[in-house]
């Protein structure tokens, strides 16, 4: 079996910044795209950022110069780095990956809460 596990959400204030890692474990012998989503309440889940095994991202227009997403393929171990956090971007955010092998396959969740 595989899983992915987040970690790093929290509650910060607008303008802060918060570092979500999502860390694959279990029979991995590679991992193809990585992407971020969020699911804000009473919205649908959005993708925020993705990134391929080669490197090239991309990202939703909102986060665009605020977020980036990168990944250590020897780690399995992918992240999503917050910068100049809004209200806005209140939402539980998940990970999720496509696992040779396995499919496509999702985290349990990290909340992130931008509040003052």
């Known amino acids: 079996q595989v899983q992915l596990v987040e970690s790093g959400g929290g509650l910060v204030q607008p303008g802060g910044s918060l570092r979500l890692s999502c860390a694959a474990s279990g029979s991995i012998f590679g991992i193809a795209a990585m992407g971020w989503y969020r699911q804000a309440p009473g919205k649908q889940r959005e993708l925020v950022a993705a990134i391929t095994s080669g490197g090239s991202t991309n990202y939703v227009d909102s986060v665009k110069g605020r977020f980036t997403i990168s990944r250590d393929n020897a780690k399995n171990t992918g992240y999503l780095q917050m910068n100049s956090l809004k209200p806005e971007d209140t939402a539980v955010y998940y990970c999720?990956?496509?696992?040779?092998?396995?499919?496509?396959?999702w985290g349990q969740g990290t909340q992130v809460t931008v509040s003052s």
């Open positions: 999720n990956a496509n696992i040779a092998g396995w499919g496509q396959r």
